[in-house]
Each structure stands twice: as C-alpha cells, then as structure tokens.
C-alpha cells in the first residue's frame, strides 16, 4: 500500500469518526415505530404523516420500519416483544389486534401491550365497480338472494376486517357469497374491474381515491360521513352494520409510564398539527385521536365484538 | 478465449455429493409430505378452492419424481471439489458467519462486524494486518452509518452501549 | 410529441433535475447493495416526496425506481451476487465474462441494454398506455395461472444441459415458497409450530444466502495465495457497434417481453428478465455459448427488466392497480400528491402523463451517465485482495438479509440457503432455477386456486378461456420442440 493511500483511508475515517459521534447521539434517543404492513399502504402513509411532528414533540428520532407479513402479525408481535424501553412501539390496526388473535395462536394478545392513543379510524364501505348493475344495497341482496352464491365478494385477506364485515353482511342480510381471497386492496380493485367479482369492502379513502372507478352502496357507519354526505349508510337500508377501520400505538407492556405519557402527548401533537391534517383531507381520510385510557377501553370492546362476528362465521379457532 | 471454469487440477468430481443433495431433498420431501395431513381450518374445509395442501401435494410429487431421477443418474459438474485447506477454509468460513450472525444479535452490528472483518481475511490467509484492521474500520463504520442514517434501517445494537 | 417537447421544457426546473439525478444514484446505490432493493430505496425518499410539488416528487421515486432495477445488475457481473431479484437472471451470463476479464465489457453491455429497454418501454407506455391497460384486465386468476404455466418453462430453459438437477432445483423453489400461511385460507402449513415462519420464507434472504453466500465460500475453499492476481480490466467500455447489429432482434424482444409482462399487474421484473432469458437462450444463434458469458443473454434479460420500469406504470396509473410493492409505494406517494388514479388519468390529467414520459426519457439518459461514470469505481471491488473482498461481501449481505424485515430469523435463513447452494452448486444443480420457482410459486398457487373458486372447482373450464388456452398450447409447444428438434436433426 503507497502511503498516499494510507493517508486517504485514515483521513476517510477520520471523517467517518466524526460524523459517526455526531449520528450516534442522535440515533441513541430514536423511536422506531414498527408498521405491521409493507410500505405505501394506508396505516404506512398515515404512521409516516406523523413522524414528523411527533419527532419535533419528542425531541427524538422517530424511524419507521415495516414488518409485513402473516396479517400484520408478525410486525406487531415484534413490538410486543421488543424491550420494553419506549423506544420501539407499533401502530397496531384493527386485524392484528382484535380478529387476528381469535383466529389462531399468536405470541401476543391484548393485554401485551401499553396502549398510547389511537390515530386513526375510519369507516368501511360495500363497493362495487362504477358500471355494475347494483345501484342499491337492496339490488344486491335481491340478486343474491335469487342466485344463492352467485356473488363473488373479493377478501384482501383472511381474517382482515373486511372479510369479518363481509361475513357481517351476509350474515344480516341472509345472503350466500363466494368469497374469493385476493392480496390486498389494488388486486381486490382489479378483481372488480376484470369482471372476476362483484363487490368488496374497502377503507373509505380508498374508495375516494379510486372514486372514478368505484360506487360505494353503503358506508358502513352509524350515521352519514363529514367527508362524504351523499353517501348512504347501511343502516339507512335496514342493516346494522358498523365496521370501520383503526389503528393505534401500543408499546410493549411494562414500558415505564413516563414514556408512555411522552408517546401519548407526541402522538395527539401529531395529529392536531396542520400537516397532518392537511394531509389527511387530502385523502380524503376522516382524522380520529384518543388517549391511551380510551384507547384500551375502545380495543376491549372491538375485540369482544370481533369475536362474536368470527365465531357467528366458524371461523374461531377452537 | 480462455475460462476458468473447468480448471484442469481439479478432477470433476461431484457423483456422491449429487447424490447425497437429492437424497437430502426427497427426505425433506418426505418430511413436508408428512406434514399435509395436519388438520385445516373450518374456513379451508368450506373453501371451494380446495385445501392448503392441495398444491403443495403437486410440487411434492414433481419433487420426489425429480430427486429420484438425479439419484439415478446424477449429472458431473465442472465445479472444482473443495478439498483438504480448501474444504477447511470453507467450512470455517460458513461457522464464522454462523458466529458473526449470533454476534448480532449479541453484541450488535458494529462490535460483531469489527470482529468479522478484522479476524476473516486472517482465517483466509491474509497476513497484512495494518491493512486489514484500516480497512475493516472504514469499511464497518461506513456501512453503520449508511444503514442507520440514510436508509434508515436500525441495525442490531449491543447491550452495553447507548447508539451500537 | 410537441407536447412532450413542452413537457421536457416543464420538467428542466433545477429541483426536478436535481430529484432526477439524486433519485437515480440512491437507486443504483440500492440496487448494488445486495438484499436492499428498489423498495428500500423508494421508502427511503418517501418522506421528502410529501412537501414537494408534483413533478420533482415524481422525479425522485422514478429516478430509484429505475435506478434501483439497473443497479443490481453491476453485482451480479461482478459479484455473481444479483442485487435485487431483478438481475438473478443477468448474474447467469454477466459473471462469466466478468471472469474472463470482460467486466467492462459486460458493464457496457448491460448498460446500454437497460437504457435501450428503458425508453423502449417509455415509447411503448405513450403509444399503447389505454391499451395496455385495457388488454391487462383480460387477464384473471385463470390466465394468471396459465402465464405462470408457461413462465415455468423457464426452468427448462436455463437448466440446458443439466435438465434434471435444473428442473429439481425450480421444483424445490416451488415448494420453499409454499411455506407459510396459505394465501387462500390463510392455514399455516410446514410452519413447525414457528410462529417467525408464519409470514414464510421471503425471496431476498434466499437470494442472499444461494448467490452471495455460497458464492463467497466457494471463493474461500479456492483462494490460492501463491497465485498471482488475475488481471481484471476496470473500467466502462461499450461493446462496438457491428457487435450491437445482430443483437437488435434480442434487444427488441427483450423489450417486448419486458413490456407485456409489466403490464400485469403481479408478475414483475424478475420473472420478465427470466422469460426474456430462456426465449433468448432457446432462439439465439449463440445458444451454445449461454452460460459461459454471451452477450445474448445480457442483452436480452437487461432490456425486459428495465423495460419492466415503464410499463409496470401503466396498471398503477390506469387503473389504480399496483402490480408489486414497489409500484404500491410509488401508488402511495402519488395518491398522497393529489393523483386520482383510473382511466380518467389519461384523459383529465394528461399533463402529469406526458410529465412522466419525459421524467422517464430523462432518467433513462441519467441512468446510462451514472452508469458509464461509475462503472469504473465499482470494477475497482475487483482489485481488493480476495480474502478482504469475501469478509466484506459477507458482512453487507448479512444486512441485506436482515435489512428487508429487520430480522434476524432472515440471516438465519440466508446462512442456511447459502450452506444448500454450496451443495447444490457442487452438485451441478444450477440455483437460478430455485429463484424462478420461489419468484412463481405464490403467482401459481394463487391463481390456480381462485380460478378454481371461480369455476367452482372446475379444473376443465380453465381451457375454455381463449388467452389461457392459447398459452396453454405454447406451453406444450415450448416443451415439445426441443423433442421435435432432436428428431429432425436425427432424421
């Protein structure tokens, strides 16, 4: 080796050392929020909104990471597991959480977790491609009724809240469907416009940010949409069906309280900020925000409900 | 033009390995075709799209047609058979990164690569140490830095120091 | 095209130039770091795509989008170690000529044939952008499966030669990817009570651990430090242009193949490289040199991978529909943007399509740049003394590993895959034939299975579907022609 080599390598270092003792202060303080699924999705787009200003009220990094896998249980199952130091929590959404873990052993359950707030809600609606015959939910269950089975309903995945509203569905309204398991929101999309099914139950702003494409029949919501006031509710055509969609953060149990007090005022500044709100008007995606007390209490009572809505389908796991 | 594939001191070899690889494949076979009678779930009993094990029977068949062809008739291979300090180098070479992926999750990336990089190329017969150490540093931390500060993706830390 | 010219005109703001060429160094940067892939990259610049305006936000995600799929190819010439699964494909012809001392030919080779394959696909997504999408949604679980049918004689196709361990080898890639929750009814199988297992065994460990790995301990059991160094050029050189004459056929098909298959949404560039490999392989004129370092090769697989970039837009665009995760994250951002999604697209919002064409154009041009000038920097990896060169290798593929879930169970099985290579390669079992079954598995299974929900359980009904009909009939003429072939020659 010339020496001139030498010297580059060490001033190289040099360089390195000193931007490594600069990053490592920081790095040491940062949060990793574990996202249970892959990137660019809703519950991603929405946890990253946030990161921002909730690093700015931490006074910290703030990483986001996906772990995708298994239903989001992998991801969540992570931070379950993870030391319990508020340093690496989880927006855990509703499947993983309350219907997932009726459906087969999972290294975690409820009570796993210290609950921060929850972050997100919103409604879920039956759609049905702009063209289709269905106009009204009623069309649907009559058709449905008339040919037992006929209907193809598209399930982004086993198990996931709009399989369980599906069920509620037909359920409620004594209907048969085929269910026909696709990979997710954009593959349910296609499945729709390629003629394959009939209908499926998307997040709402899924539904707005495809809206030249799709026709929602009913949201399924106690009472009409801030976002979306010309659109009918299922209750309003005799089903009682409220299903929306949730997710919140919850770091592993025994996380020291202080922290989770921390978490919790970073995450409501996150969500009042301008940004995010703006962002979420955006898409068109109603904001929702409770502390950690509410949050448990509100996780409790979907996971009681969820479990009565699986078990009604046969789905529990014995 | 010249190759370096078939290398003229070394004999092709590789009859009993191909052999011993596909009798490895159809006991695996053999093991995951035990496992498709495991009981499915409600929901996978009124699917009309059949059960889980529908297709993985399929693949197993192929499998097991396919590993007892190649016991039949494995084919040479023109890749050079490791054998005495070669086969010792790679063997210790595969227990080294079993070690180093348990440093990390022990000791963490920084500590357990530094290790890696300084002590591996010492195993593969590298002598110049000064080189080594230099370049094991820049490397690791380079690579530290990159992972955790532009692609943020945190990598595992050690227990007994706050940031690696 | 006017307006494109207006367009470029639009786009030539310095942020947009600047998103352009930073966007497509981090994705050649990603691509080379094997394990990390284009969706690292695109999450990586996620964040800053939120406050900025449309066209430089578009800029930086096209810019890794394309950069990434290029990159892995520079370490599969030089490594034998593709960085993404895109290249596995490019490793199989670009490392022997690597070894031979051609790595600045092949760098050359498969810089220009990305570029090519590129604009291709930008021309073929301006032309035929509505049609595409249209002609896509002929495309349900039915004809997905009999694609994937006829994808899977690529197995044959790259095992020539070794016929028996090549097809056992995609067979064994076919079950590993079985492993998991069922995607049908989501039942755990072959899971051993591992709860880690449950979300399956993932491509990028597995490509990691049967490249990278085994190719490092193979090196190791090698090194001879008698031996004087190999010469290796370093550097870029562009194979000259009577070289380029007889290989515009494979460079047009590559594209073509490349088009098509990235117009379905859930195929992707991996198995577009595959195809376009095999079909190069099966009618090239060189055949016999395949496997020791053609051209052919390379040029056909790095046109179809590239020219994946442009048309796997079309479905995300038209439609609404990303086709792989790394178009969901680019959806994602663009949705975020302001972007709605649909047919409408094209006709309301044309401004944004023509502003993605000429992105594309550009970036295409950045990326040969980046390329050209680069090429000599990462050739220099193959002047480190050996045993540094195998130390460090391993240690940036173990995080590629554990980057993609942050796993350690990913290491775990990358170290595992890397052990099997070794034996299969001792073998004479080729492993690129595992990762074209692992890449299909889920595609089949899947699609067979909701074709059979479909026709409620009958099989028959498949092949009374035009499209899967006909690929049916090629699958079985791609089988029985190298037999046919034989005979003549023999008669």
Redesign the interface.
Known sequence: MTFRKFATGTFAAGVIAAALLHAGTAAAQSVTIVVPFSAGGGTDITTRSMQEEMANSLGANVVVKNTAGAGGTIGVAEAARARPDGRTIAMAPVGPLTTQTHLRKLPYSVDSFEYICLAYSAPTAIAVGKDSEFETLEDLVAHAKENPGDLTFAVQAIGSIPHVAGLALADAAGIEMTFLPVDGDGPALKALLDGTADLFIPHVSFLSSNADQLRSLAILKDGRLDTMPDEVTAMEQGYDLDIPIWGGLVAPKGTPAEQVTALETACEAAISSAPFQERMDQLQQPTAYMNGADFEAFVKKQFDRNRGLLEKAGLLAE | ?????TDPTHPPG?RA??I???L??LAL?AL?FS??F?E?????R???????????RF??A??AL??L??VL?????D????SGA??R??T???LA??V??LG??LAG?LIS?LL??CL???F???R?LA??A????????????L??????????RSPWF??? | MELILGTLGEIATPLALLCMVAGTVVGVLVGVLPGLGSVVGLTMVLPFTFSMPQVPALALMLGVYCGSVYGGSITAIILNTPGTPQSAATAMEGFPMARRGDADIAIGWVTAASTLGGLFSVLVLMLAGSWLAAFSLNFTPIEYFALGVFALTCIAGVSAGAMVPGLLSGACGLLVATIGADPVTGDLRFTFDSFELSAGITLIPVIVGLFAYSEMFLRAARIDPSAAREKNRVGFRLPPLKEWRSRLGMLARGSVIGCFVGALPGTGAATAAFIAYSEARRTSKRRDNFGKGEPDGLVACESANNAVTGSALVPTLALGVPGDPVTAVMLGALIIQGVTPGPQLFTQNIELVYAIFALLIVINLIMFATGALGAPLFTQVLRIPEPLLIAMVLIVSTLGAYGVRGNMLDVWIALGAGVAGVFMRLAGMPVAPFVIGMVLSPMIEQSLRQGLVLTRGNFLAFFERPIALVLFLVTAGMLLWPLFRRWRTRG
């Open positions: 033009m010249k190759t370096h594939d590789g390995i191909a011993g690889v596909a490895a494949i076979a995951l496992q498709t495991a499915i779930s409600a929901f996978a009124a699917s009309q799209g059949r059960g889980p094990f529908f297709y993985p693949i197993l192929a499998v396919l590993g062809l190649m008739r494995p084919v040479p291979t890749e050079p058979m490791p070669g086969l180098r790679a210790g070479l595969v990164v079993a180093y992926a990390l999750s990336f690569s890696f990089a591996a190329p010492l593969l017969g590298y110049r080189v080594t230099l370049v094991a540093a820049v490397f690791c931390l380079s690579v530290w830095y992972f955790e500060n532009a692609f943020l993706i945190i990598l595992p706050d940031g690696f």
